[in-house]
């Protein structure tokens, strides 16, 4: 079935995803197309293009789709091969002008046919391409669309076949659209914002006006700025083009009193373009980023970025999940996880994700996929021309009018290739200079490339990739903010990995791949580069869910494919919520008896406010027993962030195994309940060395979900042994605890308390589940 969907002239339509392009109307081509490998590269040949080819031999299959492999439906391994796609239809009777063919998304390789006539063909497999079908196609006819993919990599491609740090998939994995433009019409519309401190803002149009009529163009182009239905600036543009010519088209458009666009409010304006008979628009959002100082900031103020990296890849969904499961995951992670920036992969996603993420208020750094490539090739003429340029300007090009897109990436993890880098961000700055062009690197790796960049990107695997222990990034951050020469950085990868399920670590055990190791060094990491820099302008967590790469599972994220969490997914989301928030970097999480624990006690401050007279309040549990307690009392100055004390504590002189939890909670001047957090403190006997040690038990863990009628609350907790730890909506609670049976209290306002008693066995998990909305029935 074909879906026809109308741009010009109507309020514009989400369907055709692409919106600064000028389109009339376009037909989706979702759904039922043949399709056939070809393993031994014949079909050219063999002439499987031409239009009377016999193609009752291949089977039907859904595009999008991977190879023949229809969403949901998505499994492992993905053929690396070639396949051949056909499609026919018939173009509408009343599409008299330009037509053209548009590919969201093909992997990696694309030869296109049409009733038999070769087209052209396209390399790279992230970026939206477009073929003009001017010769092809007329109006009234049924046509034969033939495409041949090939996903093989070589180590001459960008991706390499050396080198790449996750899954390929294959085919036409995202839609495909048959599109009708006007034959006079603005292209590579592109938009700069500049927001002065005069309370206006200035966006500047610039765009190639194509005149593809027999005749000239002597008309005009209005451009105008709507708040909702409210013309709130306004230009006419003289537009001379011969017939035949193009015509460079530019104006400035200036708006008083602008509501700005930014996380905590996502207002998008709309850009309304007409000429002659046409009209198109599309959302822009009023804001300018800008490095100073120091700082990263976003309208002129410094901005905190907190969030998640995240490869394009959805359980049996592979990367042709829908716009609904998209939407809905990154509302879950700005509504509940309170993110505002997001790096989604190292290659740019559906371009769904970019339109979301205007309208959610996310940041987005979006990059080319050039991931530890051969070095040597990088660097050559052949793939700059082949593979690099092309995929840098298509990248610009599609997304450089969103609002959401705050820097452009050219590379990750490839040090020392300088020609490549001066090269390609120059390239970039010419072709967008209202955004940070950056490269990302490892934190160990290459500090002479810092000379070139605005913003510095560095991935901190501190505990993993890096280093083998998690407390080597004190080193690693100190020896990266002198490297940075004032420069801001940000965290752009800081992870570990964990399969879900594998509970046999510990906090102190430095075998890692388990859930609490995973937990142990993101929760240090977080919170120690938050608080031990004044550069450092925000973190990434690599990743948000498990993904594949080489067809095996990378267990990287904070969920596993399927969406469900691991304990580090209640860590972050508790890093991650309220404007002031007490952290506690410990010197070490693993002690030996008779010894000393210690850890410094921080805040951030994310709106760099001031308070008075705040408490908090620490206690040191093993099971339900308090060990020791105290509290302290500290205001906060208007700096981000700042040490409040250390805390030491002598570990019992017993020289066996044991665990102990500390605890802490933040208290307004009223007494008001701010914010909770934690260690975990493991002590190892005076016999064991670095490495795997000995366990007093591998502790279980604690699940704890609040609902109300099936609706998950997000303003509930649990009480502890007197301690109050927030319950979210996801993935509620869950903390590690020793084998034992506890005493737990439910709480949330306006609802009577629940009590359970819980037993915890090593190794395992305890779930509890409390609906509000039922009779309280304590399980026997």
């Known amino acids: 079935m074909l879906v026809f969907f109308t741009r010009l002239g109507l309020a514009g339509s989400a369907d055709f995803p692409l919106k600064d392009v000028a389109v009339k109307n376009s037909i989706d081509l979702s759904g039922d197309w043949g399709f056939k490998i070809d393993d031994d590269d014949a079909g050219t040949t063999n002439g499987w293009f031409k239009k009377d080819f016999n193609r009752s031999g291949w089977k039907p299959v859904a595009v999008p789709g991977v190879w023949d492999k229809k969403p949901g439906e998505i499994d492992f391994p993905i053929s690396s091969c070639i396949g051949w796609f056909h499609r026919q239809v018939t173009i509408p009777k009343d599409w008299q002008e330009d037509i053209a063919i548009t590919f969201l998304g093909s992997?990696?390789?694309?030869?296109?046919?049409?009733?038999?006539?070769?087209?052209?063909?396209?390399?790279?497999?992230?970026?939206?391409?477009?073929?003009?079908?001017?010769?092809?196609?007329?109006?009234?006819?049924?046509?034969?669309?033939?495409?041949?993919?090939?996903?093989?990599?070589?180590?001459?491609?960008?991706?390499?076949?050396?080198?790449?740090?996750?899954?390929?998939?294959?085919?036409?994995?995202?839609?495909?659209?048959?599109?009708?433009?006007?034959?006079?019409?603005?292209?590579?519309?592109?938009?700069?914002?500049?927001?002065?401190?005069?309370?206006?803002?200035?966006?500047?149009?610039?765009?190639?006006?194509?005149?593809?009529?027999?005749?000239?163009?002597?008309?005009?182009?209005?451009?105008?700025?709507?708040?909702?239905?409210?013309?709130?600036?306004?230009?006419?543009?003289?537009?001379?083009?011969?017939?035949?010519?193009?015509?460079?088209?530019?104006?400035?458009?200036?708006?008083?009193?602008?509501?700005?666009?930014?996380?905590?409010?996502?207002?998008?304006?709309?850009?309304?373009?007409?000429w002659g008979v046409d009209r198109m628009e599309f959302p822009v959002g009023l804001r300018e980023f800008r490095v100073q100082d120091g700082k990263f900031l976003l309208n002129n103020k410094r901005i905190w970025m907190q969030g998640f990296g995240q490869h394009e890849e959805y359980f049996s969904d592979g990367p042709c999940y829908s716009y609904d499961k998209r939407l809905a995951e990154l509302k879950l992670m700005k509504d509940v996880y309170k993110i505002n920036a997001i790096r989604p992969g190292h290659y740019p996603n559906h371009p769904d994700l970019y339109n979301i993420c205007d309208k959610l208020g996310i940041l987005v750094f979006t990059e080319i996929p050039a991931w530890q490539v051969n070095r040597e090739y990088l660097e050559s003429n052949e793939a700059w021309e082949l593979w690099l340029e092309p995929q840098l300007r298509e990248m610009v090009q599609t997304l450089r009018n969103h609002a959401s897109v705050f820097g452009w990436g050219i590379s990750n993890e490839i040090g020392g290739t300088h020609g490549y880098f001066k090269h390609a961000l120059e390239y970039l700055r010419k072709m967008d200079a209202t955004r940070q062009a950056s490269l990302v690197l490892a934190a160990t790796e290459d500090f002479g490339s810092i000379e070139f960049l605005g913003l510095i990107a560095r991935n901190f695997h501190y505990g993993w990739y890096h280093s083998k222990l998690v407390y080597a990034l004190r080193k690693g951050l100190a020896d990266n903010e002198r490297a940075a020469n004032g420069k801001p950085i940000w965290v752009a990868e800081l992870g570990a990995h964990a399969k879900l399920g594998n509970l046999k670590g510990g906090y102190g055990d430095e075998s890692r791949g388990s859930e609490e190791y995973q937990d142990k060094a993101v929760r240090f990491g977080y919170q120690y580069c938050a608080t031990s820099s004044e550069l450092i302008t925000g973190i990434s967590i690599w990743t948000w869910s498990d993904f594949h790469q080489h067809n095996d599972i990378l267990p990287h994220g904070i969920l596993n494919e399927k969406r469900e969490p691991k304990i580090v997914a209640y860590t972050v989301c508790n890093?991650?919520?309220?404007?002031?928030?007490?952290?506690?970097?410990?010197?070490?999480?693993?002690?030996?008896?008779?010894?000393?624990?210690?850890?410094?006690?921080?805040?951030?401050?994310?709106?760099?406010?001031?308070?008075?007279?705040?408490?908090?309040?620490?206690?040191?549990?093993?099971?339900?027993?308090?060990?020791?307690?105290?509290?302290?009392?500290?205001?906060?100055?208007?700096?981000?962030?700042?040490?409040?004390?250390?805390?030491?504590?002598?570990?019992?002189?017993?020289?066996?195994?044991?665990?102990?939890?500390?605890?802490?909670?933040?208290?307004?001047?009223?007494?008001?309940?701010?914010?909770?957090?934690?260690?975990?403190?493991?002590?190892?006997?005076?016999?064991?060395?670095?490495?795997?040690?000995?366990?007093?038990?591998?502790?279980?863990?604690?699940?704890?979900?609040?609902?109300?009628?099936?609706?998950?609350?997000?303003?509930?907790?649990?009480?502890?042994?007197?301690?109050?730890?927030?319950?979210?909506?996801?993935?509620?609670?869950?903390?590690?605890?020793?084998?034992?049976?506890?005493?737990?209290?439910?709480?949330?306002?306006?609802?009577?308390?629940?009590?359970?008693?819980?037993?915890?066995?090593?190794?395992?998990?305890?779930?509890?589940?409390?609906?509000?909305?039922?009779?309280?029935?304590?399980?026997?």
Not at 132 to 160: E, G, H, Q, Y
Not at 191 to 206: G, R, S, V
Not at 243 to 265: F, M, S
Request: hydrophobic content about 40%; overall charge neutral.
């Open 107 to 274: 992997m990696y390789s694309t030869d296109l046919w049409m009733d038999g006539q070769y087209v052209g063909v396209h390399l790279g497999g992230y970026t939206p391409f477009t073929f003009d079908l001017a010769k092809f196609a007329k109006p009234d006819s049924k046509i034969d669309i033939v495409v041949r993919v090939d996903n093989r990599l070589t180590p001459t491609m960008i991706p390499s076949s050396q080198h790449i740090g996750w899954q390929y998939f294959g085919g036409l994995y995202r839609q495909v659209y048959l599109v009708h433009k006007p034959m006079a019409r603005p292209e590579n519309i592109e938009t700069a914002i500049e927001i002065p401190d005069d309370n206006t803002a200035k966006l500047k149009l610039n765009a190639l006006f194509k005149n593809g009529t027999s005749a000239e163009f002597p008309g005009s182009m209005k451009v105008e700025l709507f708040a909702q239905n409210i013309v709130v600036a306004s230009s006419n543009v003289p537009v001379a083009c011969s017939a035949g010519k193009t015509a460079i088209t530019q104006t400035e458009l200036t708006v008083k009193n602008p509501t700005l666009w930014c996380p905590d409010n996502p207002f998008l304006y709309n850009l309304v373009l007409s």
């Open 575 to 780: 890093l991650f919520r309220g404007d002031l928030r007490l952290f506690v970097c410990e010197k070490n999480a693993r002690c030996r008896p008779g010894k000393e624990w210690s850890a410094s006690l921080r805040y951030l401050n994310i709106l760099q406010q001031e308070k008075k007279n705040l408490k908090a309040v620490w206690k040191i549990l093993s099971g339900i027993k308090t060990v020791d307690s105290g509290e302290i009392k500290f205001d906060v100055t208007g700096v981000r962030s700042a040490e409040i004390s250390n805390i030491a504590w002598k570990v019992p002189d017993e020289n066996k195994p044991a665990r102990y939890y500390f605890w802490i909670e933040l208290f307004d001047s009223e007494g008001k309940w701010l914010y909770t957090n934690s260690s975990v403190i493991d002590v190892v006997a005076e016999t064991e060395t670095r490495g795997r040690v000995s366990e007093p038990q591998f502790p279980g863990l604690l699940k704890v979900k609040v609902l109300d009628d099936g609706i998950p609350l997000d303003d509930a907790w649990v009480l502890f042994e007197g301690i109050r730890m927030p319950v979210y909506s996801f993935p509620g609670l869950i903390i590690p605890l020793d084998a034992g049976t506890y005493p737990i209290e439910i709480k949330a306002e306006g609802r009577q308390p629940r009590k359970r008693e819980i037993t915890v066995k090593p190794a395992e998990s305890t779930e509890v589940i409390i609906d509000f909305s039922k009779k309280d029935e304590i399980p026997r």
